[in-house]
């Protein structure tokens, strides 16, 4: 259930140290800019931004740049000095821790044009993290008195649709013994339309004043927001920017039991109680379903909560101090994964140069000149064989003839054979003749 928030004004030059510090140099100071003291209470910087807000707003003071301008000072002011953390920051250390540490950007929409909106709109499908904020109409009306407030049963729901940047205003009444059982105000939509459900505490003129505010969140199937007034400190859990956990997820987990911080108001008093759910889609309407329940009946849930968030409280103190060991080793680890680079490297460079010494220890010509060798090598005996094939066709040649003259003198006052035999006995010659030049000595 966090604090109302009412905007923010960020700096364009973050990725310029030197102009950001500039523009924090010029800076006033936001105790003086909402006009209050040091040892201002909560409410009294509530009061004095909510009179500013309401003079400035850009609703109220259209194409006035100087109401703009003083509307986003006060805002920026009012950021600082209500959050426990970055007020503190800011007294000891400036601007500069705020800046270090300011990563979210909240808008009203109510003061976009529609090309404003269509942008926020895209970032938001894209996954950008935007903080949308109560629209000062809506606030100035029930600070006027001048909102319609239905009354709502406790153990009774109601389901409706409420317009963007609009609001529906419920009444509940409870007695002393239900106040002490304690009470839970939900919302849900099946639709997951995007809203914020609202507390508003009675002023003295019969107006309503913003007290807290819990954003919708996607729960499943559904998006939801509660508010519990249980008689002890429940705690509300705001979630990390997704971007950024991203970009650095060990930061983010160890960051990530940081939102989990205490409500303002954890129970509540006999009387009627004024809540509101207000429609925070970017151009269409929310459907929701909106139930006040007394706690009576849901006594093991009431113990179960205290003791889980007990739980959460004791691991988020574990986990500081488990980040400091984790961070430790990591580095170790790193340190050690380099080294083993570097030997392994070193190790495989002097093997290297060990086999190329063991390598140089011959006679033999290099590598690429005996292939040369052996390629003119076999090239030589390839010439060579075809010379002894050449010569040996030659010789054959020369042979031939007297061997065939012998035979025919022989014969001659035989019969003539027949051609076919001839030749077969001629092919037989042949053949014994290669015979005969293969048994050649070399």
């Avoid at 705001?238 to 990530?256: G, L």
């Avoid at 961070?327 to 030997?343: D, G, I, N, P």
């Amino acid at each position: 259930m966090a604090g109302p928030k009412f905007g923010s004004f960020k700096s364009d030059n973050k990725g310029d140290p030197a102009a950001a510090a500039g523009e924090a140099a010029q800076r006033r100071d936001p105790y003086e800019v909402l006009g209050v003291g040091r040892n201002a209470t909560e409410q009294e910087i509530k009061s004095a931004f909510r009179r500013m807000a309401l003079k400035y707003h850009p609703d109220k003071n259209a194409d006035d740049p100087v109401a703009s301008e003083k509307f986003q000072e006060a805002t920026f002011s009012y950021n600082i000095l209500s959050d426990p953390d970055k007020r503190r920051q800011y007294d000891s250390s400036g601007f500069e821790a705020i800046e270090a540490d300011s990563h979210e950007l909240e808008l009203d929409l109510s003061s976009l044009n529609t090309v404003n909106t269509m942008f926020a709109a895209l970032f938001s499908k894209l996954g950008v993290p935007i903080k949308t904020t109560v629209s000062a109409t809506v606030l100035e009306e029930a600070l006027n008195g001048s909102v319609e407030i239905a009354p709502l049963h406790l153990g009774k729901s109601l389901c409706r649709k409420v317009d963007k940047q609009s609001a529906h205003f419920y009444s509940v009444d409870i007695t002393d013994e239900e106040a002490k059982l304690g009470l839970v105000c939900r919302v849900r939509s099946t639709a997951k339309s995007k809203f914020k459900l609202l507390y508003f505490e009675p002023e003295e003129n019969g107006g309503l004043s913003l007290a807290l505010q819990e954003d919708s969140a996607k729960t499943g199937k559904v998006t939801s927001a509660g508010m519990f007034f249980l008689g002890f400190p429940v705690y509300r859990f705001e979630h990390t920017n997704s971007a950024a956990a991203a970009k650095d997820p060990d930061s983010a987990f160890f960051k990530r039991l940081d939102g989990f911080q205490p409500c303002e108001v954890n129970e509540l008093k006999e009387g009627t109680h004024y809540f509101a759910v207000y429609g925070d889609n970017f151009f269409k309407s929310a459907t929701y379903t909106v139930e006040v329940v007394c706690a009576e009946p849901f006594t093991a849930e009431k113990e179960k909560l205290r003791s889980v968030e007990a739980k959460i409280l004791a691991k988020r103190s574990e986990l500081s101090k488990f980040e400091s060991e984790y961070r430790e080793v990591l580095a170790k680890f790193t340190e050690m994964t380099s080294r083993y680079a570097q030997e392994m490297q070193t190790i495989d460079e002097l093997l290297n140069e060990r086999n190329s010494i063991h390598a140089s220890y011959t006679n033999s010509p290099t590598l690429k000149r005996s292939s040369s060798g052996s390629k003119g090598r076999r090239t030589s005996s390839k010439g060579s064989k075809s010379d002894d094939e050449q010569s040996a066709k030659k010789e054959k040649k020369s042979k031939s003839p007297p061997m065939e003259a012998s035979v025919s003198d022989e014969e001659g006052p035989k019969k003539e054979k027949k051609p076919k035999e001839r030749l077969r006995r001629k092919k037989w010659f042949s053949i014994h003749h290669l015979k005969v030049d293969k048994r050649r000595p070399c």
